[in-house]
């Protein structure tokens, strides 16, 4: 394994990302983004996508310096045309249009389409929630090929297609929920995989439709589950409808709907004042995180967490001990500077 500080890989980063063409900012935040992930202990969206995001930059999948665009303007709703740029710049931006547009209107929302991957979906409510907005975001795509396969189904028809939220709580962190309605997100599987580990049972079929815990099979025809079954499966069809559907991005269940590799997001920003008000919302929500927070543990735990905290702790920690990265991965990317020109 390879131990380095967030800044220095953050450094390395983003000078190859501007040796690819980025513009120096947003290559910036995109290696921000990378890290913010692998920081709060998400390493399927950190820098194991470097190597991938290079991919698609040489295939013509990724515009470098591409910006985002306001294509459908109504004032309290936004279509952007992410142009095929960084899914994290464009997602970035987006979202300090409609927070900009909820604090003018009380609710605003927003369609993006033509996006690159997104990153950490969770990022992007908790930005929301750091300007005291409530604010929930919903993801499809991802892949070139569909890898979740509907509930009682043996063919792969969905991405992973991820949901987020971040409430702001006075005084305190925001609650941040943020989970994959697939039973994990496809990059945990390449990272075990890359570890020579087996993956836990129920979370992969092979391409016959059976239970496997090889992660070889995932990538040989496999498919994920859906997480919580039926319950899942009904949440990732719903983030199809509004992220693929309702944006116009298309859904990789449809070759016919315009889909191609990357991710359509659907994002709503609320204001509390527009609503109960911001001082009573306040204070119902701190009440309401204090006795979640209070319940007392059940065996095994320590104490009752809240939506959030888990990574807040892990960033924590790695900020203080360094992030490691196998040592697979960093020959990536030490190969990938080595061809660009930068020094690792």
Request: contains cysteine; proline residues 6%.
């Amino acid at each position: 394994m390879f131990r380095s500080t967030a800044d220095e890989l953050r450094a390395l980063t983003a000078a190859i990302f501007r040796a690819a063409g980025a513009q120096h900012d947003d290559a910036e935040l995109v290696a921000a983004s990378l890290l913010d992930a692998e920081l709060c202990g998400h390493q399927s969206h950190g820098l194991i996508r470097v190597p991938e995001y290079l991919r698609q930059i040489r295939e013509g999948l990724i515009v470098p310096d591409a910006q985002p665009r306001i294509v459908k303007d109504g004032a309290a709703t936004l279509v952007v045309d992410g142009s095929w740029g960084f899914g994290q710049l464009v997602a970035r931006r987006a979202t300090d249009w409609v927070c900009e547009r909820a604090h003018q209107h009380g609710v605003a929302a927003v369609g993006i389409h033509r996006c690159g991957h997104v990153g950490r979906v969770g990022s992007y409510p908790q930005l929301a929630a750091d300007q005291g907005l409530v604010a929930l975001a919903f993801v499809n795509g991802g892949g070139a090929e569909p890898r979740v396969a509907p509930h009682g189904g043996s063919r792969p028809l969905f991405g992973t297609n991820p949901l987020a939220a971040a409430v702001p709580i006075p005084d305190a962190a925001p609650v941040v929920v943020d989970f994959s309605t697939a039973v994990v997100a496809s990059g945990k599987i390449r990272v075990l995989r890359d570890r020579g580990e087996p993956l836990p049972e129920g979370w992969v079929l092979d391409s016959e439709g059976r239970p496997t815990t090889r992660a070889e099979d995932y990538y040989d025809g496999g498919m994920l589950l859906p997480a919580a079954e039926h319950k899942g499966y009904g949440l990732c069809l719903l983030i199809e409808l509004l992220a693929g559907c309702l944006t116009g991005a298309g859904s990789v269940a449809l070759p016919e709907s315009g889909y191609r590799l990357g991710n359509g997001m659907f994002l709503q920003a609320v204001d509390p004042g527009a609503f109960v008000g911001v001082e009573r919302f306040g204070a119902l929500a701190s009440a309401l995180a204090e006795a979640v927070a209070g319940t007392p543990p059940a065996s095994g735990y320590e104490r009752v967490m809240l939506p959030g905290e888990p990574e807040r702790a892990r960033a924590r920690e790695a900020a203080e001990r360094g992030i490691e990265i196998s040592d697979g991965l960093w020959r990536a990317l030490g190969d990938a500077a080595a061809e660009l020109g930068v020094e690792a």
